[in-house]
Structure formats: structure tokens, C-alpha cells
């Protein structure tokens, strides 16, 4: 229970407000057995320092993709964001508040978009 207050408090500290967290539990419960330091955070810096969110927008990509919060930075964020790169997607703000959804997304697509690609 304890490590739950924690994360509780600490999502409050990054400007998540306290009526959207039932939501955003119930969107994504494995939020609540995240540990802070090796997976939370890397995500808050992973927004502020590769995708440009200023602290008080955190607010807007959480609750419209809880699931972030939950994403390895090393495994998933990063690959993600380096292949939308190179497929061409420049505008970090767009993919940040609009597309969220593709960071989050496994990149094994990258078959199935060169696929599509390649398609007449």
C-alpha cells in the first residue's frame, strides 16, 4: 500500500491531476506496481528531453495514453521514436500530443509498414 501513495504522490508531483487518476488506473492498473526510479522517471525525463514536453504538458499525453507511462524508455520509446524518425515524422509536438499512440506501439511494424510502402 505504501509503494502505492508513492506512486500516487509522485504522479501529483509531475502535475497529473488528482480526478484523472481513476481513469488513468483504470486504463492502464499496471501503472500502479511500477517502480518510480527504474520505470517512471525514465519516462518524465524521455518526455522532457528527447520529445521537447514541457513539465506542465505531462498532464495531456498521460491521460490520453496512460500506457506511456508504462513503456521502457531503452526498449520501446527510443526504438520507436528513432524508426518514426527515419520513416520521416519530423514534428515532435504532433507525435508527442496526436500520435502518442505510435511510440507505444511495438516497432516489429516496421515489416508491415514497408510492406504497405511497397505496395502499388
Known sequence: MKS??????????????????????GMCPKILTSNINTDLNPVFDFLLQELQVKDHNFI?????????LTSSVINQLKPALFYLKKLGFKDLAALTYQDSILLVSNVEIRGKLEELKEFP
Open 60 to 68: 495531456k499525453i498521460v491521460k490520453k495514453n496512460p500506457r506511456f
Open 4 to 25: 502505492i501513495h508513492s506512486i500516487i504522490s509522485f504522479l501529483l508531483s509531475k502535475g497529473i491531476h488528482q480526478k484523472d487518476l481513476p481513469r488513468i488506473f
